[in-house]
């Protein structure tokens, strides 16, 4: 079954840290490029992050360069976000995406992981 | 960036009726990198339109994606009870890639 499950999620403090993690099965996790993108409470949608395939591409959103790191594990199908300095703004279900190339959009999705950053 | 404003916000029609979502982008998409996505509450979205016209797979062929550069339209041809949803239009043709603010379509 093809498919994207996200773990690690939950309430911590402003300042934390979590390491959000995305299970993949039912394809070959190594040929695709992977994404996270949160969407806060009551709001729209926004990319955080992507990984190309062999983990030697990566971008980042500007609100979330230096504070979110993305990687992966191609031997282990997961995907990670390790989310450091964390901020009340932060807070949001977070979401991983399989992108399809070449044209970068996201085709499957994962059914999000809740993170709440309050005090 | 480029900033995507979708309209209308809310849109109220009956099943059997016609759905027209507008997105506009403040500056051209590239190569027409727009996507649109289905969202039910507590559910992810799903892909339904990919390069502004290409129907992702298993989407039925009452939902079509039409525009280019900086205007696009999403169209359900005749509204199903579980069409009614949270839409929201995505480029990726440029960093970052930007999402619309989403529109609610709803029952009337």
């Known amino acids: 079954q093809v498919q994207l499950v996200e773990s690690g999620g939950g309430l911590v403090k402003p300042g934390g840290s979590l390491r959000l993690s995305c299970a993949a099965s039912?394809?070959?996790?190594?040929?695709?490029?992977m994404t996270w993108i949160r969407q806060a409470p009551g709001k729209g949608l926004e990319w955080v992050s992507y990984?190309?395939?062999?983990?030697?591409?990566?971008h980042y959103e500007d609100s979330v360069k230096g504070r979110l790191s993305i990687s992966r594990d191609n031997a282990k199908n997961s995907l990670y976000l390790q989310m450091n300095s964390l901020r009340a703004e932060d807070t949001a279900v977070y979401y991983c995406?399989?992108?399809?190339?070449?044209?970068?959009?996201?085709?499957?999705w994962g059914q999000g992981s809740l993170v709440t950053v309050s005090s | 960036e480029i900033v995507l404003t979708q309209s209308p916000g809310t849109l109220s029609l009956s099943p059997g009726e016609r759905a027209t979502l507008s997105c506009r982008a403040s500056q051209s998409v590239s190569s027409n990198y727009l996507a649109w996505y289905q969202q039910k509450p507590g559910q992810a979205p799903r892909l339904l339109i990919y390069g502004a016209s290409s129907r992702a797979t298993g989407i039925p062929d009452r939902f079509s994606g039409s525009g280019s550069g900086t205007d696009f339209t999403l169209t359900i041809s005749r509204l199903e009870p579980e069409d009614f949803a949270v839409y929201s239009c995505q480029q990726y043709g440029s960093f970052p890639y930007t999402f619309g603010q989403g529109a609610k379509l709803e029952i009337k």
């Open positions: 995406a399989r992108m399809r190339t070449p044209m970068y959009y996201f085709d499957l």
């Open positions: 990984i190309s395939g062999s983990g030697s591409l990566i």
């Open positions: 039912g394809f070959i996790f190594s040929d695709y490029y």
